[in-house]
């Protein structure tokens, strides 16, 4: 069975940062694509960073400059580190996971909230 677990959500004020993890049982991790996607109130999921199997990264450009993904491989866990929050970053924070060869098969985790807010 598949799990995606997020964790490291909650309340922060503009400019803060908050680092979310994501640990996954039952794929093989080490092959999997992960990645870090939100979904805003009232908007549509997006994606906000991706990595690769091989340690690949690309970033929504909202983002670039002040989040930064990672993976521990080790750990079975990817992280997300966001520095200078914003407002806008408010959202659903979820993780996901693909083996390259099954793109069509995604998991997702539960989801975390993030909340920026003075």
């Known amino acids: 069975q598949v799990q995606l677990v997020e964790s490291g959500g909650g309340l922060v004020q503009p400019g803060g940062s908050l680092r979310l993890s994501c640990a996954a049982s039952g794929i093989i991790f080490s092959a999997c694509n992960m990645g870090w996607y939100r979904q805003p109130p009232g908007k549509q999921r997006e994606l906000v960073a991706h990595?690769?199997?091989?340690?690949?990264?690309n970033y929504a450009d909202s983002v670039k400059g002040r989040f930064t993904i990672s993976r521990d491989n080790a750990k079975n866990t990817v992280y997300l580190q966001m520095n200078t929050l914003k407002p806008e970053d408010t959202a659903v924070y979820y993780c996901s996971a693909f083996h390259p060869a099954y793109p069509s098969v995604r998991y997702w985790g539960q989801g975390t909230q993030v909340t920026v807010s003075s």
């Open positions: 990595i690769s199997s091989g340690g690949s990264t």
